[in-house]
């Protein structure tokens, strides 16, 4: 993640352009694959590789951070060209402001909800419920428990085709002095053979990878690479997007969102 910037931006931000665009082939999005990792790496909208503390700084080879890869995931398969102003800007609910430790507690989630805005999403949690948007900020940890046996007995099966999925990794005891962070994103596509593929990418990988949820081998690596620490349990907040123009199918649900 990064830390949080305030820009002096004009309330276009607030806006987004409608444009006509070919839907992304599973081939487009495995082509992100392998690109290597760069710390706060993003790509601007013009095309540029560059920074999200620094976009005017350009370099001259890929590079993408967490942030960075579910953003060119978001652009590919939403069809909107989002700029770094529009991931970084404050969500209109302020949750960070109310931080009793510092701004950058909820990184993770002003980013996919800042991308997703003006779309149709709801955010899926356990026992086949969804939440509202409203409702996500919380002090605690929120969503699905990654080392939790019945996250991989339900989750699976909620994913589908249709639909794009932006992941909030979040927990307790990442930083010291903050009781919960969302400290990292991914994203998960679910490809024409019904597959759902998490995207994600670190500084211990190296580069962009992804990992198979359907089955018990990609399940497993997942909670290898992210287990509970020192007994912090780690969750993550699953956002899930119609994708614009797509058919989608959805299992039914206890609860609509807003």
């Known amino acids: 993640m990064m830390k949080y910037v305030t820009r002096g931006v004009g309330a276009c931000i607030f806006c987004w352009v409608t444009i006509t665009t070919m839907a992304a082939t599973d081939n487009d999005v495995a082509g992100l694959l392998g690109i290597p990792y ?3 790496g993003v790509r601007a909208a013009d095309g540029r590789y560059t920074t999200f503390m620094d976009p005017d700084q350009t370099f001259d080879t890929p590079g993408l951070n967490c942030s960075g890869l579910v953003t060119e995931i978001a652009r590919m398969t939403l069809g909107r060209p989002i700029t770094i102003e529009q991931i970084m800007r404050p969500r209109p609910e302020n949750a960070h402001l109310h931080a009793d430790n510092g701004p950058d507690w909820d990184f993770g989630w002003r980013l996919i909800m800042n991308i997703s805005d003006g779309l149709t999403r709801r955010v899926l949690m356990p026992g ?3 939440l509202d948007i409203a409702d996500t900020v919380t002090a605690d940890p929120i969503g699905y428990h990654i080392n939790a046996p019945e996250t991989w007995a ?4 909620r994913l589908t085709a249709g639909h794009l999925y932006l992941i909030s990794f979040n927990t307790t005891g990442r930083k010291s002095g903050y009781q919960t962070i969302h400290y990292h994103v991914g994203a998960i596509y679910v490809d024409q053979n019904n597959t ?5 990418t670190t500084g211990n990988g190296g580069a962009a990878n992804r990992r198979n949820l359907a089955t018990a081998a990609g399940q497993e690596s997942f909670q290898t690479a992210f287990h509970d620490t020192r007994g912090n349990k780690k969750y993550i907040l699953v956002l899930e997007i119609d ?6 199918s959805r299992p039914p649900t206890n609860k609509t969102d807003k």
């Open 38 to 40: 760069r710390a706060d």
């Open 128 to 130: 086949g419920t969804t």
């Open 154 to 157: 339900e989750l699976p099966a």
């Open 196 to 200: 759902p593929w998490l995207y994600q």
């Open 243 to 248: 994708i614009p123009g797509a058919t989608v």
